[in-house]
């Protein structure tokens, strides 16, 4: 087919073309079938027509007469629904009355229309040709209403790009298998089942009426406002549901706990009380040497306080971006606020919150420091007293923090060594699932670790419990370890195993540390 201005249908076209009057005549749409193949047709003959070498001339006339025996059979495939049309009219149509005369004859009826053979389409029956299309099976019946059937778009204009296939390649049986159009009436948006909406799918969700085994929906945080990225950064690396960790797990520290406890679950129990100057403390700060428990406090806080918790640290607010880190401070705090009661729990905020001012101190850690100091006043936030946000933090160098910081963090409290009856029930919850023999003291073991902090006394229980195991395995090749029975590695723990051990782990915190965590409690300390 050529265009008004003269330009032959390009081989993309006639290809185009082709697939879409196949599959307009697999659809049923005869008519728009019809006019695709005349198209392509036309278009076939002007490409012939050129100059072009005489083998590739004789195969597109090879699918010129293939595509002339496609369209003849639609042709009849119109033809008989066409007859099937007239014969539906006549019988439906309303015979007039006329005076009919005896003495005249009557009038002949016309002879029915002979009932058209369909081709036929087995080897075995006679006339059988393999270049004609049998009829198209029956549709399936089917229960959904009659949907009307759209507009079909006008066959492809040639474009005036250049050729991009070779000019030796034919059309038609080229063309790459596309995905077919969907069905007029198939396209927009899916409608809902069966089985979710009852009935034959054809009623709104919003009709349906809500199931009263369906859970309540959890309260979540709208991120509309905010920049999603921010929102999934903070509930994918800072927001803790359940951390696990209960008070008992946490031997000795009375003081802290009661603190803890104070500042969080008496003003959930007696909100009335806590107005005024009597307000929640907002900012708590614990410090002390490595190992001492000061983050499974924290855990605690928000296990037995049904708090939701926010695990904050260097990292989680570091930003490549401009700007980013100070927005993930402020985010937080929202949030925090949203699922109030909360805690924000700031690990080694020595990190986050240093003196300002310094030499070596970059902008975007000034920034962040300022928009921290910002939220934790509260001017930015919600007035409303019942929603309870209070910053946890710990640290191992309080001598570090910023004044301003440390101003925020109104209570100070000093996390010390486990004394003697902390470093019992230490080693009591150590070897909970450990076997023991009768010779072991706790009492006398504890003595002995007097200056350890929690995570030496756990390192020390670890070391003992694997004695046994390395007196059993001493020697053996690997392929007499892997045969050696569970029960003989699961021998009890030993007072021996014991004093191997204490020789073995030392104690990682000195006596001068401990006097410079005393001096700064004494001057800055606020229990």
């Known amino acids: 087919m050529t265009s008004t201005d003269g330009k032959a249908m390009s081989l993309e076209d006639i290809c185009e073309n082709a697939k879409m009057a196949r599959e307009y005549a697999l659809l049923g749409n005869y008519d728009t079938s019809v006019i695709y193949y005349q198209s392509v047709l036309q278009g076939i003959a002007k490409h012939v027509s050129q100059d072009i070498d005489l083998q590739t001339k004789n195969r597109w006339r090879q699918v010129r007469q293939e595509l002339n025996t496609e369209l003849d059979e639609v042709k009849k495939i119109q033809g008989v629904l066409a007859s099937f049309k007239t014969i539906a009219e006549k019988t439906h149509e ?60 006008p066959p492809r204009a040639p474009s005036n790009q250049a050729n991009r296939r070779g000019p030796h390649q034919p059309a038609a049986r080229g063309v790459a298998p596309q995905k077919k159009p969907s069905a007029p009436g198939a396209g927009g948006k899916k409608a809902p089942s069966s089985a979710k909406h009852g009935g034959d799918g054809g009623g709104d969700a919003k009709d349906t009426p809500p199931s009263h085994d369906d859970k309540p929906v959890e309260n979540k945080f709208d991120p509309t406002s905010f920049d999603k990225d921010l929102v999934e950064a903070i509930e994918r690396d800072m927001l803790m549901r359940d951390p696990n960790v209960h008070w008992d797990d946490i031997a000795g520290l009375n003081e802290p706990k009661k603190l803890l406890q104070e500042a969080v679950v008496l003003p959930l129990i007696m909100p009335d009380y806590f107005t005024g100057i009597r307000r929640p403390w907002k900012g708590i700060l614990m410090v002390g040497p490595p190992g001492t428990g000061k983050t499974l406090l924290a855990k605690a806080v928000a296990t037995e306080c049904k708090t939701t918790f926010f695990n904050v640290s260097a990292s989680t607010l570091a930003s490549k971006w401009r700007g980013d880190s100070e ?70 160098f309080p001598w570090d923090i910023d004044d301003a910081l440390r101003r925020r963090l109104e209570k100070r409290v000093y996390i010390p060594l486990p004394l003697a009856e902390g470093r019992k029930r230490l080693l009591e919850i150590n070897l909970r699932g450990v076997r023991r023999d009768d010779d072991v003291n706790m009492e006398e073991i504890a003595k002995h670790m007097d200056g350890y902090s929690g995570a030496d006394i756990t390192s020390v229980c670890r070391d003992a419990s694997m004695m046994a195991m390395r007196r059993r395995i001493d020697g053996l090749s690997p392929e007499e370890i892997r045969q050696i029975p569970k029960e003989e590695l699961e021998l009890p723990v030993s007072a021996k195993d014991f004093e191997v051990a204490l020789k073995k782990v030392s104690k990682s915190v000195s006596a001068d540390d401990i006097k410079k965590y005393k001096d700064w409690m004494a001057e800055y300390g606020s229990v």
């Open 94 to 153: 309303r015979p007039e009355k006329k005076i009919v005369h005896h003495s005249s004859p009557p009038e002949p009826k016309p002879p029915p229309p002979a009932p058209q053979q369909p081709a036929p389409i087995s080897k075995k029956d006679p006339g059988y040709d393999p270049d004609v299309w049998g009829p198209p099976p029956p549709k399936p019946k089917s229960n959904r209403p009659p949907v009307r059937r759209s507009e079909a778009p």
């Open 327 to 396: 927005k993930l401070v402020r985010l937080l705090f929202q949030m925090a606020r949203f699922y109030a009661p909360s805690t924000i729990f700031i690990d080694e905020i020595d990190s986050i919150g240093s003196k300002r001012g310094g030499d070596s101190e970059h902008e975007t850690s000034r920034r962040v420091k300022s928009e921290l100091l910002t939220q934790m006043d509260g001017v930015d936030g919600d007035s409303n007293p019942s929603k309870i946000v209070m910053v946890l933090a710990a640290t191992n």
